[in-house]
């Protein structure tokens, strides 16, 4: 009996001297306990394949451990508390306890999984309610109310008859202690181990008087593993452990630059050794680039024979880092096994039973509505397309309001099963973990039905995210009388749960998974990954409710010095692999900026000779030990590409013959044939959506042949492009949401326009100097009243906004209008004016020839028969008469040979920017012999270059004419294409994810089509 410990450094052979320990003493049932139970079935398949195998002891982890010691003391081993369960409690704690330092804290909704891990730590630390109450009472305030939480936690566990595996723990050390010859002298060996909680040590302790122990501990007297010195110290000192020191053992196998880098690391005034090929450095863009480059190596190494459990992946933090690598390896093909969890908001299965509880809870919006009916299997997608219209115009915004528009007006109302089901639960918390796991399963599992495959990846991820909420469910309504009862809470209780990314054996797969993990892996190709400044070495903080001050002054454990422990992690990676090592890291972030890379990479590459240069360009080295991967190089050369999809792209990017290249490559049956047929398909496809047009349908041409009514702005915009034209006028797609606020912004000025015009305050025609003020009362009043006829909410923030700003609008347009006045007045009667063949259209189409014209015109001034053609612009800019033709704007123009069909003599017409600035004064085209006329002529009128001589005015026109009448032509014809005017999309198209041409975010206010109808 005793405890040996076997100490040493990495590759020191003490792995082998515990597997040849635990084989000589089979006889007498030896129990292996290793980190992992990953590391079980590797250690049992390695042990089992030997000779004849081997035929007794046990091979577990420390939870393992203490139920095999309880049971040979013939204790009872009830169910410990499960995470999920102790971090309820810890929430009910935190609201039974009166609390005024953590009043705040405790109502937010990480408090409880902060203080629950505060709880275990302080537990493994050996320590009980009790006792850290003892450590506390001398010290303040805030140290008594972590020490009351801890003892509410306690009394609420103990009162319903719990208990939780430190209790256990606890419990089975003290009585190995009472009992050692319960344990029948079977010997122990622990591997693998860097660390061990208190806990763990006190079982060692008690141990070691019942049976011979042997214990592994990394250690050398050297920088990288001084981390571990501290529990090397304990076994010795405290517990009397014999220590046995191991030096590394020369390994002719391994390359000699893995070795050097083993040996040297951290340590100062180390020599330098040549790079002999066994590390490779890889850079990419981005995190995807650098997840692309690993997964394109890795499945080079598996097409060359090397076994996927020779494999690994190692990431410092793999909750935050694994899910984007584990994406894209599986794309590329790699058979992955990530040991590592997302949470269950990130899936839909959970995002969906979050959603359903907030507007179950009276916390949902409309919009919460929308989005839970878009998730999977809850609505027919075209029936949820019409409730987010109404919505989204009907400016709705609570969940009952969505709830209303869904269950209908008429016949059998529409209701959302989910909900019922809450509904039906009232208050039981059985029923309602019932009805959620139900719904659950039903997310999950309803896309599989009938299909007879056994899901994988996503959709194997959401089968286990609807199995980790109900196992949350049934684990919380196991504590009773503190079950939840209500949405909200059952929403805390799901927002904590994890959901793992993988889970099932792992052999056969290359694993993703932490340094700490990695410790009892053995692998001949490992990837370090993620090697970015700031995430290797971690930046780690202390614990969010006691702080390493607050540890230190109460006399607890202090935790190893992160700087220690970070060099430890890293120098744990670097001596595992046995082949090659690669350190990976983004030199950019996703939109290209620079990323500087680890110190820790620095570290490595200052081992090796040359000796590096100040700046990176100039490393002699770096070409040799650096593969890197620009943003551009998103395709992989043919002969790299691991999965067929990769292929199809890089044969589409390599171009030429695809099947002459297809052929070059020693590639499986038939798939050569398959990748030169995805390269064809995709080549005639983004042939036919480069070349939309002509239309060459014979009903479709006769059609378009036959049209003699044509708008302004249908003219206008297949100008500008005749792509836009065809779908906005042709296909006509509906807007799912509210008109783009220019839009509606434009048709509310137009509308209080016009009725301010035709109901003048005071009488007058138009504002004057003494009566603008008037008017500008007036036009507040007015566009509140149009505001809310057109479904505005005045009173809520966002129209508040709004209507301020049109306010300013208005009343610059007014002060103008009253500056800048002449002779010529409105007519009220032709305010907002139609000619067409609409019902309520005042004129007849406009017969200009080849064709004739329809629309509205916005205001027209008259003098006798003289008339000024007025169109209000909410655009800040607005187009000089001389280019009118020239940008497209032909509705001027067209509009003012319009109104001779009115019985009127047109002598101008000017656009007004009522979105302007300082610089508001109108554009347009005006007669100059009506200049200082009936035209007012100063310069803070108008530009004097929009005045022309009738000659040329009329000319304008007619260019104008001619312009629109080839464009009419072009529509009859059937004439599309992507051209937009000067060959550049205009900055506020958003037809971008139609047409193609350029994608992009439109950023600016699309000029309105205000009363213009389709061709």
């Not at 008594?144 to 509410?152: C, D, N, P, T, Y």
């Not at 083993?262 to 850079?283: I, M, T």
């Not at 309504?477 to 749960?497: C, F």
């Not at 890293?570 to 046995?578: G, K, L, S, T």
Request: glycine letters at 10%; aromatic letters at 4%; hydrophobic letters at 40%.
């Amino acid at each position: 009996m005793g405890l040996n410990v076997i100490a040493g450094p990495p590759g020191s052979g003490r792995g082998g001297e515990v597997l040849g320990g635990f084989r000589a003493a089979i006889e007498r049932e030896p129990v292996l306990v290793v980190p992992t139970s990953d590391d079980v079935d590797r250690l049992e398949r390695e042990l089992c394949a030997g000779d004849g195998g081997v035929l007794g002891g046990t091979v577990t982890s420390f939870p393992g451990l203490f139920r095999e010691v309880g049971r040979s003391l013939g204790l009872a081993a009830p169910d410990g508390l499960s995470t999920t369960q102790r971090a309820w409690l810890a929430r009910a704690a935190a609201a039974a306890t009166p609390l005024r330092r953590l009043s705040r804290s405790s109502r937010s909704g990480g408090f409880a999984p902060a203080l629950e891990d505060l709880l275990t730590d302080l537990q493994s630390s050996g320590l009980d309610a009790a006792a850290f109450a003892a450590a506390a009472a001398a010290a303040g305030a805030y140290e008594r109310e972590i020490a009351a939480l801890f003892a509410s936690y306690e009394s609420l566990r103990d009162e319903r008859g719990l208990s939780d595996d430190h209790q256990l723990a606890a419990r089975t050390t003290a009585a190995l202690r009472g009992d050692p010859g319960a344990w029948s002298q079977r010997p122990v060996f622990l591997y693998g181990y860097d660390d061990l909680t208190r806990e763990q040590i006190e079982l060692v302790g008690a141990l070691a008087g019942a049976c011979e122990v042997t214990v592994t501990v990394t250690f050398e007297d050297r920088r990288a593993l001084a981390a571990r010195a501290q529990l090397l110290g304990i076994l010795r000192d405290e517990l009397g452990a014999a220590v046995a020191t191991r030096a590394r053992r020369a390994d002719g196998d391994r390359p000699g630059t893995l070795e050097h880098l083993e040996r040297h690391l951290f340590e100062p005034g180390a020599a330098r050794a040549a790079a002999d090929g066994s590390l490779r450095l890889l850079e990419g863009a981005g995190e995807r680039g650098e997840a692309e480059l690993i997964g394109r190596r890795i499945a080079r190494l598996l097409a060359d024979g090397a076994d996927p459990d020779s494999i690994a992946i190692a990431v410092r933090s793999p909750d935050r880092q694994a899910p984007a690598i584990a994406k894209t390896l599986t794309r590329l093909g790699v058979p992955l096994a990530p040991e590592a969890s997302v949470s269950l908001a990130q899936t839909a299965t959970g995002a969906t039973l979050l959603e359903l509880l907030r507007i179950a809870g009276g916390e949902g919006a409309a919009s919460t509505v929308v989005s839970l009916l878009r998730r999977p299997a809850r609505a027919r997608p075209e029936r949820v397309d019409w409730l987010e219209r109404a919505v989204l115009r009907g400016r709705m915004r609570t969940a009952e309001q969505a709830l209303a528009e869904w269950a209908g007006d008429g016949g059998e109302p529409r209701t959302v099963w989910a909900l019922d089901a809450l509904d039906e639960a009232g208050d039981d918390a059985a029923a309602l973990a019932a009805a959620l796991t139900r719904i659950a399963a039903d997310v999950a599992e309803r896309p599989h039905l009938r299909s007879g495959l056994i899901p994988s990846g996503g959709p194997a991820l959401e089968l286990r995210a609807a199995t980790e909420a109900a196992r949350a469910l049934e684990e919380v309504v196991a504590l009773g009388d503190l079950a939840p009862r209500e949405p909200g809470a059952l929403a805390d209780l799901l927002a904590h749960v994890r959901v793992p990314l993988w889970r099932g054996p792992t052999e056969g797969r290359v694993r993703i998974l932490s340094p700490y993990r990695l410790r009892a892996t053995r692998v001949a190709h490992l990837f370090l990954a993620g090697l970015a400044d700031g995430s290797f070495p971690a930046a780690r903080g202390s614990d969010p409710l006691l702080s390493d001050e607050r540890r230190r002054a109460l006399g607890l454990p202090a935790r190893s010095d992160p700087a220690d422990e970070e060099r430890y992690l890293f120098h744990a990676c670097v001596a595992r692999p046995e082949r090659r090592l690669y350190l990976s890291y983004p030199a950019s972030d996703e939109a290209g900026a620079a990323a500087p890379r680890s110190a820790f990479v620095d570290e490595v590459r200052d081992l090796l000779s040359p000796p590096p240069t100040p700046d990176p360009a100039d490393d002699p080295l770096e070409p040799e030990l650096v593969e890197r991967a620009t943003l551009t190089d998103f395709v992989p050369p043919p002969e790299e590409a691991s999965a067929f999809g990769d292929l199809a792209r890089s044969l589409a990017a390599a171009g030429g013959d695809v099947e002459a290249w297809a052929e070059s490559l020693d590639l499986p049956d038939g798939i050569a044939e398959r990748a030169a047929e995805a390269v064809g398909s995709a080549r005639r496809r983004l042939r036919a959506s480069r070349a939309p047009g002509p239309l060459g349908h014979p009903d479709i041409l006769a059609e378009l042949g036959a049209l003699e009514l044509f708008g302004a702005s249908t003219i206008e915009e297949y100008h500008l492009c005749s792509y836009r034209w065809f779908v906005n006028h042709e296909l006509g797609p509906r807007r799912i949401g509210p008109d783009p606020e220019a839009l509606e912004n434009g048709g509310i000025v137009h509308a209080a326009l016009e009725r301010l015009f035709r109901e003048p305050p005071g009488g007058e025609a138009r504002p004057t100097p003494r009566t603008v003020g008037r008017w500008i009362g007036r036009a507040r009043e007015v566009v509140r009243e149009v505001a809310v006829e057109r479904g505005w909410d005045p009173e809520s923030p966002s129209a508040t906004i709004a209507l301020l700003r049109l306010d300013a609008v208005l009343a610059r347009f007014l002060r103008r209008d009253a500056e800048t006045g002449g002779p010529m007045v409105p007519d009220p009667d032709l305010l907002e004016v139609g000619f067409g063949d609409r019902p309520d259209d005042r004129f007849p189409p406009a017969d200009l020839g080849a064709f004739r014209l329809r629309g509205a015109i916005d205001r027209i001034e008259v003098e006798g028969r003289f008339a000024l053609i007025r169109d209000y612009k909410l655009s800040a800019k607005v187009t000089a008469g001389a280019k009118l033709v020239e940008e497209g704007k032909l509705q001027l123009p067209l509009y003012m040979l319009a109104a001779r069909g009115f019985g009127l003599e047109p002598i101008g017409g000017l656009y007004n920017p009522l979105g302007a600035g300082r610089e508001d004064r109108p554009r347009g085209l005006l007669d100059k012999d009506h200049k200082a006329g009936l035209i007012p002529a100063g310069t803070a009128a108008h530009y004097n270059t929009d005045f022309k001589d009738p000659g040329t005015l009329a000319e304008i026109v007619d260019e104008a004419l001619a312009e629109a009448t080839r464009v009419v032509g072009g529509i009859r014809a059937g004439r599309i294409d992507r051209n937009p005017r000067g060959g550049a999309c205009p900055r506020w198209c958003g037809m971008a994810p139609i047409c193609r041409v350029e994608r992009g975010v439109p950023i600016g206010d699309d000029e309105d089509d205000e009363d213009e109808e389709q061709a």
